[in-house]
């Protein structure tokens, strides 16, 4: 369930979500989820399995002014299985994949 309005963007399809509204990301799909207004904006993302839920426990709290502690996001973004394509906010078309 969303409150204010956010952007989707899940392989090559954009969506905007309003209050209210939901969508279902289908696993192993490339995605970006953003709130882009001015305006506070808060969701419910309810993910299984639940390893996501340890990621943001750990590092998606933080302080607006704060760095991403990037090397903590990677680590535990391997050890619960998930592939980033790229940097914090990549769009999907965008990223590259490198072996």
Same mark, same amino acid.
Request: proline share 7%.
């Given at each position: 369930?969303? *409150? #204010?309005?956010? $952007?989707?963007?899940?392989? *090559? +399809? &954009?969506?905007?979500?309003? $209050? ?7 696993? #192993? $799909? ?7 207004? !001015? ?6 993302? =309810? %993910? ?11 590092? #998606?709290?933080?302080? &607006?002014? !704060?760095?991403? !502690?990037?090397?903590?996001? +990677?680590? =535990?973004?391997?050890?619960?299985? !998930?592939? =980033?394509?790229?940097?914090?906010? @990549?769009?999907?078309? %965008?990223? @590259? &994949? $490198?072996?």
């Amino acid at each position: 369930m969303l *409150e #204010g309005e956010f $952007t989707v963007w899940v392989g *090559e +399809n &954009k969506l905007v979500l309003s $209050t209210g509204e939901s969508f279902l990301i289908p696993i #192993g $799909t490339p995605h970006v989820v953003a709130a882009l207004s !001015d305006q506070p904006a808060h969701g419910l993302m =309810i %993910a299984a399995p639940s390893a996501f839920a340890r990621l943001i426990v750990a590092v #998606g709290t933080q302080n &607006k002014n !704060d760095a991403l !502690d990037m090397a903590l996001f +990677n680590r =535990i973004s391997a050890e619960i299985g !998930d592939e =980033i394509l790229g940097p914090p906010g @990549t769009l999907p078309s %965008a990223a @590259t &994949k $490198t072996y």
